[in-house]
């Protein structure tokens, strides 16, 4: 290996260094050398960046054994599970979550979200503004915020269900429809600005005695274990959840 890339010049016009060569420029890159030297408190260290180490490795994997004289057991599991590992980080990546750190990815998500859907028409509440503390203390506490789990809509459907049952239309006005949009990397997005119900300000008490009364602790933890069931987000104890984000209540 160390006169394989040493000599690379040389190398790249014998057999093993022309399909080397030739899988690295299949990804448009024409090395004069395979490695940049740095040196560490005196120590000169060669640096391979990892286009050359795949390239190599794939040459190992699928090429070298075909003498029959290589055994690429080793070269071929190693291969696969990188490709597993980098197919993972594609799709996540894809879909805004960081792999290494969801909480960031879930942080961005609900970043955008928030700019994406800030004119909410003066004198209403959208269900997803109104929200943003408990958004906050849920990804605080490792809640995977994203495209497969938005507590909104589960939070405004059964919402909208308490609103018509108690006709509080005439209580506190009527509700009325406002563009929702979700970032681009959001299937969601596919549809276009999708038209979610925002309610009268008068309503808002309501709503948030509603929240802490009844939603909070009868149907939120059933969402939480069914995000779970389905793969949606990691594991997480509900009850646990449930006590990071229930407001404490005044004593009587």
Request: hydrophobic share 35%; net charge positive; with cysteine.
């Amino acid at each position: 290996m160390t006169r394989l890339t040493t000599n690379w010049l040389e190398e790249r016009n014998k057999p093993r260094g022309k399909k080397i060569d030739t899988i690295l420029q299949s990804k448009g890159l024409k090395l004069t050398r395979l490695y940049t030297i740095i040196t560490n408190q005196g120590i000169e260290t060669h640096a391979y960046p990892d286009s050359v180490c795949m390239a190599i490795l794939e040459y190992y994997a699928f090429e070298a054994s075909q003498s029959g004289q290589f055994d690429n057991t080793t070269a071929i599991r190693n291969y696969r599970a990188l490709a597993e590992h980098s197919l993972r980080r594609f799709i996540f990546l894809s879909v805004g979550i960081d792999p290494e750190n969801p909480l960031r990815g879930a942080w961005q998500c609900f970043q955008e979200r928030l700019q994406l859907n800030s004119q909410v028409p003066f004198g209403y509440f959208s269900i997803f503004s109104e929200m943003a503390d408990l958004t906050l203390k849920m990804i605080n506490t490792g809640f995977d915020f994203g495209p497969a789990s938005i507590p909104d809509i589960s939070v405004g459907q059964v919402w909208g269900t308490h609103w018509v049952r108690n006709n509080l239309d005439k209580k506190y006005g009527e509700r009325i429809k406002s563009p929702h949009i979700y970032p681009y990397w959001f299937p969601q997005h596919r549809a276009g600005p999708i038209e979610a119900w925002v309610y009268p300000d008068d309503a808002l008490g309501e709503f948030r005695r509603w929240m802490q009364r009844s939603y909070l602790p009868i149907k939120f933890p059933a969402y939480i274990e069914s995000k779970v069931r389905a793969g949606a987000i990691p594991p997480v104890n509900a009850g646990s959840l449930l006590t990071q984000v229930k407001k404490p209540e005044l004593p009587k």
